[in-house]
């Protein structure tokens, strides 16, 4: 049985890498090296972070609105979250003074300027957070996923978020 060895042969190698070939770049080189105590590695990489260039931030970026409607879409919604948990745990543990019509009667006594803003309030996450996540399930459904579909829900979302707080407002 024949042994098959793979590579060049050392004649061929010979020509190969030869200096004609090659020149200098064979050529070895010493290199110095210095040995340094462990904590000297934390400065040296300080000093290489110092001189890194800093990365792009949000400031570089004009805002678009897929990502300012999908941000809002989570803040609205976090907003919701912690007025709902807020006002069922306040009915929970304070039954005797935030009751209906302790709220009621609060609430009533306010000018209305005061009560229209509060609704304002309430309604514009409402209804931003509930359009969009219609828009979104439509997304899901397959419906609207071009550019320019993106775009127009984008649009109509913000047009109804209008109109839906207007009508919560002053109805």
């Known amino acids: 049985m024949s042994t098959i060895r793979v590579g060049l042969g050392a ?3 010979k020509v190969i890498f030869s200096s004609r070939h090659f020149g200098t770049r064979l050529a070895k080189r010493s290199v110095q090296t210095q040995s340094l105590p462990p904590s000297a590695s934390v400065e040296i990489l300080n000093a290489q972070r110092l001189r890194r260039p800093e990365s792009p931030y949000l400031t570089i970026y004009k805002p ?3 990502s300012v409607l999908s941000i809002g879409n989570r803040a609205t919604g976090a907003a919701l979250s912690v007025v709902l948990f807020g006002f069922s745990l306040a009915y929970l543990f304070a ?3 935030f009751d209906s019509t ?3 009667e ?3 006594g306010l000018p209305d300027a005061v009560k229209y803003a509060g609704k304002a309030l309430l309604a514009a996450p409402f209804a931003f957070h509930s359009l969009n996540g219609v828009r979104h399930l439509s997304w899901d459904m397959g419906k609207f996923m071009t550019i320019k579909g993106v775009y127009q829900t984008g649009y109509v979302v913000l047009a109804g978020t209008a109109a839906s707080t207007l009508a919560l407002v002053f109805s």
């Open 106 to 108: 609060a609430v009533a």
């Open 64 to 66: 678009q609105l897929t």
């Open 102 to 104: 302790h709220v009621v």
């Open 11 to 13: 004649p061929l190698r």
């Open 95 to 97: 039954p005797v003074t």
